[in-house]
Every structure is written in C-alpha cells, then in structure tokens.
C-alpha cells in the first residue's frame, strides 16, 4: 500500500496545490522587472510628454543596427524625433540602446509577443513602441 | 603670411626643436610650421589673433610669468617655447574647468558634437569636475533668422564669429553684445537677421568652435555624413565645398579650411546651394510633344530616338546649339564636338546674357583674350590698390568681395567702388563713386582723362596707333561735367583716379607722376548686368587698365567676374561661333584639319546618307552665329532646329529674354534643363539634366583655375549628365562617341587643346591649375603675361563712342 501511495506522491502533492497554468491568451504573464522584452519608448509618467531628445545614440550603438532615426529640426530650434523604426527581426534584446540612452527614454518592456504571419510585422514605428513603453519604468530601476 | 625672398627668417625651440619661420608669425603658427599640435578655440586663419580663449597658452621659458598666448604672441629669434609643460597644461584645465562651469553639456544633441574643439579638448585634458555647486545658468535659444540659431548655454564667447561677418564677410551684422556673465552674441537692437546687413552666408556657423550658432535645418551628426570635395556650381569664383552628404541626401556643406581659391569660406549659395539641387521640383522624366501639342512624358530612349530623327533633318546651318555655362568642361567640349563635326555647322555659343557678350566682345578688341588677366589669390600677395566696378560685388561674386574686404583691412590696399548698388563695401571703401549702369562707362573714361592729364599713363606700346586714338577721343571728356551729371564731387573722381593710378600711394601723399607705383587690379562684374548695355563699361575698363600699364604684371590687371558657374571653361571648350577649342580660330586651317582629323574617323562608314543627312568629312570654317545673332537668324527662318542645355534655377543668372520670343518659330526644340521653365515650355523634347552635384567633371573659373568637379549624389529621377545625352544622341546618328568617364574627354581635351595641355584628372586631384598649362609637367599661369597668355601685338585700346 505504502508503495503505491509513494508511487503517486508527486500526484497527490499536485493535487492539493493552487494551479500554475496560466490560460493564455485569456491570462498572461506579468514578466518581472528585468526582463528585457521589445524595446519601447517611454514618456514621461506626469506630463505623458516623450522623453526622446534625438539624440540617436542609440541606433549609433545598437550592435545590429536595427534602429532607424529620423532627425527634424523643431520649433525651438533644437532636435526632435521625426520617425523612429525598430526593426525586431535583427533586434538582440542586448538592452544597449536603453542603457546608452542620457534621458532613459529607450526601455526594455515588457513586451513579448513578437510573433507574426509576415515580415512587416517586425518593425515596428514611433507610436507603437511609445504604446509599449507609456508606463515602463526604467527596467534597471526595477527590483 | 607671405614669404617673399627678403622676408626675414627666424629661429626658435618648440619643445627642444628648431623650427624656423619667417619673422612676424604667431607662436601658433610656428608650432603648426612644426606639426606640434596646440589646442585653440578662438584662432581662425586669416582672422586677426583675439586671445580670448586662453587655452592656447604655452609656457616660453626664461620669461617672467611665462604663460603667454601662443595665437597672439609673436615668435621672436632664440625663443624657448614648451608647448605642454607642467604650468602650461595646469592652466589650460583650469580654464577648460571655467568653462564648464555654464556650459550646457547637451553633447548627445548638439550638431557640433564629433567635432567640437571644446569637447576635444575637455577630453584631451582631462576636465571632469565643476568646482561649483550651483546649477548651469541657462536662457532660451535665440532665432536669429530663419536659417540660424543662436544657443548662449553653449557659447564662449570667443568672437570667431562676430570677427568673420567684420573682417572676411565685411557686413557685421552680428556682434558681441553686453559683458561678463551678460555678454551674448546678437543683432543690433536684437532684429531679425534679415533685417540687418546679413548676407545668410553662414560662415558665422561655420567658424564657431563650439554648438552655439547652429543651422536649423540640419538634424545630423557630423559622424554619420560621409564628404565629397566638389566645386560650387553658382558662380564663377569657383569656390571648394566640402559636400556632406549621407543615405543619398546631401545634410549640409563643411569648410575645408585654408583650401581652394575661397580658403574654405563659402557665401550664401556655396552654403545652402545644395538645397537648390535637391528640390522637389526639378524636372525628373523625359517629355516629348505629342500630335496634339502636348508636353507629355516619356521614356528617355524614346526622346532619344525622337530627337535623333528629327536632327537628321536638320544638317548644317539650320541647326544651331546653345551650351548651359554651367556645364563641365567636358559636356561643353562634346556638345560644341557634336555641333561642328555631327550637325556639321559653327552656329554654337552659350546659353546668357547680352552683358556677358558685349564683355567678351570687349575683351577681345582690347586684350585679345576672353579670360580675367589675373588671379584672385593676388589680393593676398600683390594688388595694392582695387577698383571695383559694376552691381554689387557681394552680390555677384561674394568671395572675391571678401577678399577685397580682406586685402582692404589687412594689407591696407585701396578700394575705390563704381557702383549702383548701395552694398556695406561701399562705406567701407576709400572712395564710392555711386553711377548707373549706362554711366559707369563716362566716370571710367572722366577718372583715365584725369590719370593722363596728370601724367600717370604708362601704356604698353605708347607708339601704337590705338593709344593716339584712345588719348585724343579722351580730350572730348569733361570730367567736371561728368561728375556734375552724377552729383558726386569732382574731388572723389580726382582721388578714385589718382588711387588707381598709384596704387594707393596717393592717401600717402605720393603723387609724382614720375615714380613707380605698386599694381592696382579693377574687379570687374558688369558682365552679371541682368538687361543692359555694358559693352562701353566693359571696354572702359581695359582701357584704364591698360593706360597705367597694369596689365602683364602680378597683382594688376582686370578680373571679369561673368556669372555663371563655368561660362569661362565653356568658352575654353569652343562653345563660340568663332572659336575652336582653346581660341583657334575657325579660319585657321591647320586648327580645322587637326581637328576634322581628330572627328571625323569617328563616323559609323556603314551609314548611308539620306533626308540631306550624311557623313561630315570637312568641318565648317566660317564662324557661325553668336547668340544675340541667333535671334534674328531665327526670327528670319535661317536657323530652325536647336538644342539648348539650360541652366534654370533660382541661383540662375537668367539668359537673354529676348530669346523667348522667336522660339516658337522654330520647327523643333530640345530643351534639356535641370528645372521646369518658360524656355522648356517651348520645347518639343525636354530632356531632365543632372546639376553640379550629380556629376563627375572639371570646371574653370573667372581667374582661369580648372577645378575638379565630383559627383556626391545621384540625380532624381531619370534625370543624366549632358554628356550622356550627347553621346546617345549622336551614337543614333551614327557618329562613335562612347567615353565612360569625363576623365577620357579631359584627356582629349588636354591633347587638341594648347592651353589645357597637361591637364588631367590625376594632375587635378593633387590640385588646380591655371592655364594657360604648356605642357605636362609645367607650372601652371597664376597671371597672363605679356608674350605668354597675352600677345603683345593684340594689346590694343578699344574705341568708345559716346
């Protein structure tokens, strides 16, 4: 009897504990702090103003060059962001971009879903990354 | 610095080397004599030394202090000057530190950042900390204009700016304003810059050291722009750009400092020109008239095919051709090729102005050749004493007004101005004799009557005939009278002339008619008079030049400055009814069959004749007509096909309207052209032409310099270089030309023609050449001389009638 129970051990303890299995898509995974997802530009949490300052340090580095800016001259006189393209299918996730950026405006997300049915798919524009990147916080900064 | 033979040289130690260097240079420049490298921030060449800057400061040892300013101090004999010592070093950080201090260090969006002297050197010395505790003072940015902007966080004050629009540009419409922390740098009662007598050259951007001054429209990185060396294709002074340029768009022109006829200088169209080539609205397809009289658009080989059948028609003198003058050497050189040897006729000349005629016209009864007598680079050297007449120089030829500007402030020669036009040269010259157009011809003649009555004439030849003409059609002119007309005192017309005359001896005090004087050179611009009569000014002009004997000799002479950007070489390569390539004349025999030999085994034997159409083994040797002469050949049926490569834009100096109207009578037009106009309006086939960006080539400028001319980015659309038009069309004619590159053609060039001999593209990119070049191997002609360039016997006094 003995045997039998302890046969069944691992089972009998499963049945007992709360279910891990997230039903995705229904469900999903709050990734943690320092997972390094699709690059995403973030805004300023107060104002929601872009923090980008067009710089463009960070196509300089990005070891894949799959980052694409486009410079215009603003108002002020000063630089702004005309058009912004990531590439993800060259994309490393090796988070240099955020790390080499002075105003943290670059972030690693949170986003992982990266899959889709044709190459266009891949890159991804100005406004769809800042809709990623919105809310994130730096992903060094997080615990 | 000059170095003439009895320059004075001197020795001194730099970091425990000799260097040796003619007296009166700067430590600064003895220590770049001797490749020793000094970091400077307000030191721009051929601006007067400032020492605002203070880290260019080196340690000269045995000195009480020690610590001098190496861009300020003068280099004395046996000096000890240690460029990186202890102390030296030790100072130039803590300047470094002050500057820090308020500096705004924005480098990651600074345009200047890669190539900025502060940010060099704040590495180079290893600048780290801010001594101060309190924040960075900082004030709005600054719109001076619509093309710049100003950023005080980032500047320091160092005045290279400010000293450029004085003492190069000659407008100062930018100074320092307020002292200490206040201290900025703006306009006069803070206008727009349009406002002021800003002439948006840029330079100001060009020379700051650090972001300060900025162009709004550029949002680069000086790291991601690759750089091509070209010539600038707007006007005749044949200005050196760097063109940079990067994914196919040209973002911005640099300044190779110290290089090319402008020294790397640059006016408002070297600037921005290139905004000019990359505009939405050149023309990009092909278009060919269809049977309803509709432009419509159309595949280039079909054009092609169109005007070649259509040309066969037209063998002889019924066909003529204008070239663009802003054409490369090489494209005028095929067109005036295919003009005389495929349709067989010597009606060729270039596409301007009445004005640039009748100053050709001029230039050849009086000196024999159409070419400027002198070099630019002689304000530098030789000229003592500068006359300028026509519309505003600044204007027509800006770098050549910066440095007569230069030359006025620095070496202190005379400048004397004829002008309609009230430009800031015209305050700032010793006399400004304020005359239209029509009259500059009799204040010309008023102040060579005043030089001959006062004894200053020195003619070549004062026994030729023409002087006697020239002297006794003078004592029919009132110089009184003249300058009573003008409501300009007489006393002005009397110093202007005597200025001339002496080679600015005269404000000194020397006025003995029988000693000698230093050169004096007239700057001539009368040919850019858009719609006038210049042909007596023009004559005029050589006329004085002559009367004092400044002609053949350095630092004299007349500078022609014409306009378009390669009117000279395209009147070099014999797009002129009366000249050959290289002014052989087209009634000189031996010149026709040197040349008929060298064109005409190019003919396709296979090809049969037919429509009047057929192989061409003599080439015409009677001159064909000019271009004010086309007009009415045209308006007479005489004339009734042509091709005109066009040079619109809006940098454009425009061609003769008169052109316009008698078109339409002619039975088929090719127009190829850069920008839609009222001439390709007319047109049958309109052919998209490339501009001076788009292609690979050699330009000459007014002062005879051949210049290589490179190709930065493509053309839009299907627009092509001109010689690939011509060589397609005269391929479908029959006749061979296939050359793959324009380095082929110069080599031609370079054989048929005797004062391009030598010139090559390989010889061109060690440098540029004056011709006339005799041979290869032989130093080029910075000025024409009397038996070489210039013929004795066709030295001659034009006539005037007034």
Redesign the interface.
């Known amino acids: 009897m003995f045997e039998e129970v302890s046969g069944f051990w691992v089972t009998l303890k499963r049945l007992v504990r709360p279910n891990q299995t997230i039903q995705y898509p229904e469900q999903r995974r709050k990734m943690p702090g320092r997972f390094r997802g699709l690059p995403a530009l973030r805004s300023d949490p107060e104002t929601g103003e872009a923090l980008c300052v067009a710089c463009g340090l960070c196509s300089r580095i990005c070891p894949t060059s799959c980052l694409e800016m486009h410079v215009v001259p603003s108002e002020e006189g000063d630089r702004e962001l005309g058009e912004f393209i990531l590439r993800s299918g060259r994309c490393l996730f090796c988070g240099m971009c955020a790390q080499v950026c002075p105003v943290d405006a670059i972030t690693m997300s949170g986003q992982y879903e990266l899959a889709t049915q044709e190459r266009e798919g891949m890159i991804f524009t100005k406004t769809e990354l800042a809709d990623y990147g919105a809310q994130e916080d730096t992903w060094w900064g997080a615990a | 610095m000059v170095t003439t033979p009895d320059t004075k040289l001197i020795t001194l130690t730099i970091n425990d080397r000799n260097v040796t260097v003619p007296e009166g240079t700067t430590i600064l420049e003895a220590c770049q004599a001797a490749d020793i490298e000094v970091p400077n921030l307000c030191y721009q060449p051929l601006l007067r030394p400032w020492g605002s800057c203070r880290i260019c400061t080196v340690e000269v040892l045995g000195r009480r202090g020690g610590l001098v300013e190496s861009c300020a101090a003068v280099a004395r004999d046996g000096m000890e000057v240690q460029t990186h010592s202890e102390p030296a070093l030790e100072s130039r950080q803590f300047v470094l530190q002050m500057y820090l201090v308020d500096h705004a260090l924005?480098c990651?969006?600074c345009d200047k950042s890669g190539e900025c002297y502060l940010q060099d050197n704040t590495y180079l010395h290893n600048v780290h900390t801010n001594p101060y505790g309190r924040p960075k003072l900082a004030q709005e940015?600054?719109?001076l204009s619509d093309l710049i902007?100003y950023?005080w966080d980032r500047c320091i004050i160092c005045a290279r700016c400010t000293r450029v629009c004085d003492e190069v540009i000659g407008v100062t419409a930018i100074e320092v304003m307020g002292r200490g922390l206040e201290a900025e740098i703006g306009t006069a009662y803070g206008q727009d810059l349009r406002d002021t007598t800003c002439t948006h050259c840029g330079m100001c951007i060009a020379v700051c050291p650090v972001g300060a001054l900025?162009d709004?429209?550029?949002?680069?990185?000086p790291?991601?722009l690759d750089a091509t060396q070209t010539i600038c294709g707007f006007c005749d002074v044949g200005c050196t750009l760097s063109i940079e340029h990067n994914r196919g768009i040209v973002r911005r022109t640099s300044h190779l400092w110290e290089r090319g006829v402008n020294h790397g200088y640059t006016c408002e169209r070297g600037k921005w020109g290139y905004q000019t080539v990359q505009s939405v609205d050149r023309l990009e397809t092909a278009m060919v008239r269809n049977k309803e009289g509709e432009l419509v658009p159309s595949e280039v080989d079909a054009a092609l095919d169109t005007v070649a059948d259509k040309l066969k028609h037209y063998q002889g003198d019924t066909f003529a051709a204008l070239a663009s003058p802003e054409n490369t050497n090489e494209e005028s050189y095929l067109l005036q090729q295919f003009t005389r040897a495929v349709m067989g006729t010597n009606n060729i000349d270039r596409l301007v102005n009445r004005s640039v005629i009748d100053t050709e016209t001029g230039l050849l009864e009086s000196i024999g050749v159409i070419a400027s007598s002198n070099s630019l680079q002689e304000l530098f050297t030789d000229s003592h004493s500068v006359l300028v007449v026509g519309p505003d120089i600044g204007s027509q030829a800006p770098i050549a007004s910066y440095w007569v500007n230069w030359s006025r402030k620095y070496r202190e020669s005379a400048l004397v101005l004829i002008s309609d036009d009230h430009s800031p040269m015209c305050d700032r010259g010793d006399v400004w004799i304020k005359a239209p157009v029509e009259r500059q011809a009799d204040v010309l003649l008023a102040l060579a009557r005043i030089i001959e009555d006062r004894g200053f004439s020195r003619p070549v030849d004062p026994g030729h005939s023409t002087y006697g003409y020239f002297t006794s059609a003078l004592k029919n002119v009132d110089p009184e009278a003249v300058a009573a007309s003008l409501d300009v005192p007489f006393q002005k017309f009397e110093e202007a002339a005597l200025l001339y005359a002496t080679g600015g001896r005269s404000r000194m005090g020397e006025t003995d008619p029988e000693s000698e004087y230093p050169p004096s050179v007239i700057f001539s611009t009368v040919a850019t008079e858009a719609d006038a009569d210049v042909s007596d000014v023009g004559k005029a002009v050589n006329n004085l030049a002559m009367l004092t004997g400044n002609i053949g000799v350095p630092g004299a002479g007349i500078m022609n400055y014409r306009g378009p950007a390669n009117l000279q070489g395209a009147t070099d390569m014999g797009c002129h009814p009366a000249f050959l390539p290289g002014y052989q004349s087209v009634e000189d025999p031996d010149a026709v069959d040197h040349f008929a030999s060298h064109w005409s085994p190019r003919w396709n034997e296979s090809q049969i004749a037919q429509n009047g159409f057929g192989v061409i083994r003599e080439l015409p040797d009677v001159p064909g007509y000019s271009m004010t002469e086309m007009i009415d050949a045209i308006e007479s049926g005489e004339i009734r096909a042509m091709y005109i490569a066009g040079n619109t834009h809006e940098n454009s100096y425009g061609f003769d309207q008169r052109l316009l109207n008698v078109l339409p009578k002619l039975e088929f037009l090719v127009v190829e052209d850069s920008f839609g106009s009222e001439l390709s309006e007319l047109a049958d086939v309109v052919l998209p032409a490339a501009m001076y960006l788009e292609k690979d080539g050699s330009f000459t400028s007014a002062d005879r310099t051949i210049q290589r001319v490179r190709f930065a980015i493509s053309p839009p659309g299907d627009a092509r270089a001109h010689s690939w038009y011509i060589q397609e069309i005269a391929n479908r004619m029959g006749y061979n030309l296939f050359y793959s590159h324009p380095s082929l053609i110069l080599d031609e060039i370079s054989k048929m023609t005797p004062i391009y001999q030598g010139v090559s593209f390989p010889r061109l990119e060690r440098g540029s050449m004056q011709w006339p070049v005799r041979a290869f191997g032989t130093e080029d002609s910075p000025y024409l001389q009397l038996g070489d360039g210039l013929q004795e016997e066709s030295i001659q006094f034009a006539t005037i009638e007034r």
């Open positions: 924005d990651p969006t940015y600054v719109h902007d950023k900025t709004r429209k550029f949002g680069m990185h790291w991601e």
